[in-house]
């Protein structure tokens, strides 16, 4: 049977909390990234960025594991 | 999540989205160079804070009273408003009006070097920054643009709240990051804004809160000056404001309120019948010595005939918050690689914004039910589910 890439990607049914582990994690960095830098400079500046910079590197990732339009791609997965 | 509650946000998301939608773009598209202000500023115009060389003017220099009467000459027929510090440089701005009361766009910022005394001329202004600034802040429009601007940022902290919360069921049954873009436009457009949307969440949340708080920060200076101020000041009453030609000493003003409050730095002094101060009283702020309290402020309140303390305290909580969230709205408090973050985010928010446009508008048409029905299945059609 002939199954679309991105259904195979779908998962079963997950729980709230599992749905916003990632969000929540994120919003986490991101605060604390905010108030670091408040606390002084220096260190906690340099604290700040990367703390900041963590969120702003996931689209990196996802972008790498897009599903594209990709015929080759979609014979792999089939055969 | 029931279809119903799906449905309750949805169209809390869309209404709350759709009217500040625009208004977000300008916010964002504004608020891009104005991350960068002290750059753009020390690029184009005469930077003054880094080539002035001595003692940082809010430690020493030249004597107020010396600096004030060089405002003067300048100024002829003219009150002082505001004198500001700089803790880096010898900078020193003295404002000034035609009335202890003036309006701000009848006021004039002068520039001067405490270290030698040079006055160095008025502040450049009517540049297209001044112009962004003021877009930003009320879109021209004065106070009721403000506010204005301040009532879309509470919608804009509803949509991102309501966006949160359609962002469960929509991800119920898809892994973290997925961006479907090799299916028809909507289902990556979908995937998109979720994704960059609750990336950007807390950021745009503290940004958005922020915001607003600054939007109504002149009713909040105006609440502590008519009630804590007042009392910190009430044996004076009803009496007559100290017309100009009575002020004492500034030295000596300073000179007790750094008695008040020693190992301080001050950061302006506040001139009797303005804003920031009673008919009565130089009020000296102060500020803390770290990002954190650098923008928050304690008044020490001088008689302004006798340059003698009479009190000084704390502002109410609810002024050091409206304080403190300054650098968090302006981002200017970590550096440039910090304002590099702020720029990226808000490029994010605009795309956020886009995105949410383009689903509301390249819509098929039809009932709201197929809407829902996108949401709770994450984007798989009603065949494949």
């Not at chain 1, 990196?60 to 014979?75: G, S």
């Not at chain 2, 003219?78 to 009361?101: C, H, K, N, R, Y």
């Not at chain 2, 009517?126 to 643009?145: A, E, K, P, V, Y």
Request: charged share 20%.
């Amino acid at each position: 049977m002939i199954t679309h890439r991105f259904e195979a990607r779908r998962t079963a049914r997950r729980s709230v909390l599992r749905v916003l582990r990632m969000p929540i994690l994120l919003a986490i960095l991101t605060l604390a990234g905010l108030v670091a830098g408040l606390i002084g400079d220096g260190v906690p500046d340099l604290l700040a960025w990367i703390l900041l910079a963590i969120p702003l590197s996931v689209p990196l990732v996802a972008w790498t594991r897009r599903h594209r339009r990709n015929p080759m791609k979609t014979k792999e997965i089939l055969q | 999540m029931r279809r119903s509650t799906i449905k309750a946000w949805f169209l809390i998301h869309k209404w709350s989205s759709l009217v500040c939608t625009l208004f977000l773009f300008l916010l964002c598209v504004t608020g891009l160079p104005l991350i960068f202000h002290d750059e753009i500023d020390a690029a184009f115009g005469e930077d003054y804070e880094a080539t002035l060389t001595g003692p940082a003017s809010a430690q020493d220099g030249v004597p107020l009273d010396t600096m004030l009467s060089l405002a003067a000459e300048q100024r002829p027929g003219e009150v002082p408003l505001f004198m500001a510090f700089s803790q880096d440089s010898p900078l020193l701005t003295i404002t000034t009006g035609p009335a202890p009361d003036a309006a701000e766009s009848e006021m004039t910022l002068l520039f001067f070097d405490r270290a030698t005394g040079e006055p160095l001329g008025p502040a450049p202004s009517g540049g297209i920054m001044d112009l962004i600034l003021d877009l930003h802040i009320d879109l021209l429009m004065g106070q009721w643009g403000m506010w204005f601007l301040g009532a879309m940022g509470v919608l804009f902290v509803v949509a991102l709240v309501s966006g949160l919360v359609l962002y469960v069921p929509f991800m119920r049954r898809l892994a973290f990051g997925t961006l479907r873009l090799d299916r028809n436009e909507r289902v990556g457009r979908l995937d998109t804004h979720n994704f960059f949307g609750v990336l950007i969440l807390a950021w745009a949340l503290v940004v958005g809160l922020t915001g607003v708080i600054n939007a109504y920060a002149d009713p909040l200076t105006e609440s502590w000056r008519d009630g804590e101020l007042a009392r910190m000041t009430e044996r004076y009453g009803d009496a007559a404001p100290v017309p100009p030609e009575a002020y004492g000493s500034l030295d000596a003003a300073m000179a007790s309120a750094k008695v008040g409050l020693p190992n301080r730095s001050p950061q302006f002094i506040a001139f009797p019948g303005g804003a920031w101060s009673t008919g009565h009283h130089y009020a000296v702020f102060f500020q803390g010595d770290r990002p954190l309290t650098r923008d928050l402020l304690t008044p020490a309140l001088i008689d302004a005939e006798t340059s003698e303390l009479v009190a000084s305290a704390e502002m109410p909580v609810i002024n050091q918050a409206l304080m403190m969230s300054k650098p968090l709205h302006f981002g200017d408090y970590g550096g440039l690689p910090l304002k590099l973050i702020w720029a990226v985010l808000d490029i994010a928010t605009i795309y956020v914004l886009w995105t949410g446009i383009l689903l509301w508008f390249r819509r098929r048409p039809g009932r709201i039910e197929r809407r829902i029905e996108e949401i709770r299945r994450g984007g798989f059609s009603a065949a494949s589910a």
